[in-house]
């Protein structure tokens, strides 16, 4: 069975410890978050049990579809492009995947570009 997160601190330690630079420990209409690039990057929901990681609406959906139990919604986020997770049902893998491609989308093109020229002179 996947390893699954189940609080937000656990979300905020795998967030933290990908090693992205430019990302931060924030709060947020009085909640904590951590930000990417000055920018909201995952964050948990005060509506429900759930973290939130940016997407798209129709992405949302479509993991909605194929697993409501997992992907939930709750109102004040409906016309927004954000996918909550449930706690507990918080894929590690998709977690990690879901936070560097983000982190990816919101870093500016220099960070980005510095950045891969880093990774790909260590993976050499």
């Given at each position: 069975?996947a ?12 967030g ?7 990302v ?9 978050n ?7 990057w995952t ?10 990681f940016?997407g ?6 479509m993991l909605?579809?194929?697993?409501p ?5 709750h ?15 918080i ?16 870093a500016?093109k ?15």
């Open positions: 069975m390893e699954t997160l189940k609080t937000w601190e656990e979300v905020k330690a795998l933290l410890s990908l090693g992205l630079p430019h931060t420990v924030a709060v947020s209409w009085g909640n904590e951590l930000k990417a690039h000055g920018k909201l964050w948990w929901s005060p509506y429900l049990d759930a973290a939130i940016k798209s609406i129709e992405e949302r959906e909605m579809s194929a697993d139990d997992t992907f939930v919604l109102p004040h986020y409906q016309n927004s492009g954000l996918i909550l997770v449930a706690a507990g049902r894929d590690l893998d998709w977690a990690t995947a879901r936070l560097q491609q983000t982190w990816r989308t919101l500016p220099r960070v980005l570009k510095t950045w891969d020229a880093d990774q790909a002179s260590t993976q050499s």
